[in-house]
Nanobody, 126 residues
Framework: QVELVESGGGSVQAGGSLRLSCAAS???????????MAWFRQAPGKERERVAT???????SYTDPVKGRFTVARDNAKNTMYLQMNSLKPEDTAMYYC?????????????????WGQGTQVTVSS
């Protein structure tokens, strides 16, 4: 079992920056470092989309609209993942969710992750 808690959301003007954090609690005997971690977002009236992933060896991937602006990172010593968001745009406005999955190959699939956080709201005004 993995419990995920996001923080760092808020309201900013276009062009601004935010850093989201996702703190994980894992079951005794489990290893946070073994999980693939991801950020998803869902805007009002839209489907949830995967924004960025970072796997157990630190390889990252991003959806095209955020490439060059967002950076995902993890600190395995702190069981925490981050999403640095720069040059924010109004279209980045959404609820951002942290997710974790321990299944081999999940990052290359479209399967929903095993664990979700509760989300943190990001609002970008023009």
């Amino acid at each position: 079992q993995v419990e995920l808690v996001e923080s760092g959301g808020g309201s900013v003007q276009a062009g601004g920056s935010l850093r989201l954090s996702c703190a994980a609690s894992v079951a005794s005997g489990d290893r946070y470092s073994a999980y693939c971690m991801a950020w998803f977002r869902q805007a009002p009236g839209k489907e949830r989309e995967r924004v960025a992933t970072i796997d157990s060896v630190g390889m990252t991937s991003y959806t095209d609209p955020v490439k060059g602006r967002f950076t995902v990172a993890r600190d395995n010593a702190k069981n925490t993942m981050y999403l640095q968001m720069n040059s924010l745009k109004p279209e980045d406005t959404a609820m951002y969710y942290c997710a974790a999955d321990g299944r081999p190959g999940w990052v290359r699939s479209t399967i929903a992750p095993q664990y979700w956080g509760q989300g943190t709201q990001v609002t970008v005004s023009s």
